[in-house]
């Protein structure tokens, strides 16, 4: 079973920067795509960002250059590096990874709230 921790949420103020990880419990060369989705209060979730295994980045149309998705092998990490932060960024973020054999694995979720 594959386990996804995520952290790096946090109380940010607009214009901010924060930098979101996702740890995979095993090796994320085994993932088809890794990402994040986002969802905030009252609203349906959305995705975010992902990368398939080749290294192709795919962003929402809302993130307009604002964010960066990365990861590292040795870590097995993907990291969600957010600039320019707005208040409608504010959500919870959860990391999706969708394992070759076993499916679709969720995150427990990191709060991200852009404020003054």
């Known amino acids: 079973q594959v386990t996804l921790v995520e952290s790096g949420g946090d109380l940010v103020q607009p214009g901010g920067s924060l930098r979101l990880s996702c740890a995979a419990s095993?090796?994320?060369?085994?993932?088809?795509?890794m990402g994040w989705y986002r969802q905030a209060p009252e609203k349906e979730r959305e995705a975010v960002a992902l990368?398939?295994?080749?290294?192709?980045?795919r962003y929402g149309d809302f993130v307009k250059g604002r964010f960066t998705l990365s990861r590292d092998f040795a870590k097995n990490t993907v990291y969600l590096q957010m600039q320019s932060l707005k208040p409608e960024d504010t959500a919870v973020y959860y990391c999706?990874?969708?394992?070759?054999?076993?499916?679709?694995?969720w995150g427990q979720g990191t709060q991200v709230t852009v404020s003054s």
């Open positions: 990368i398939t295994v080749a290294g192709t980045t």
């Open positions: 095993g090796s994320i060369l085994n993932f088809v795509t």
């Open positions: 999706n990874a969708v394992h070759r054999y076993s499916g679709d694995s």
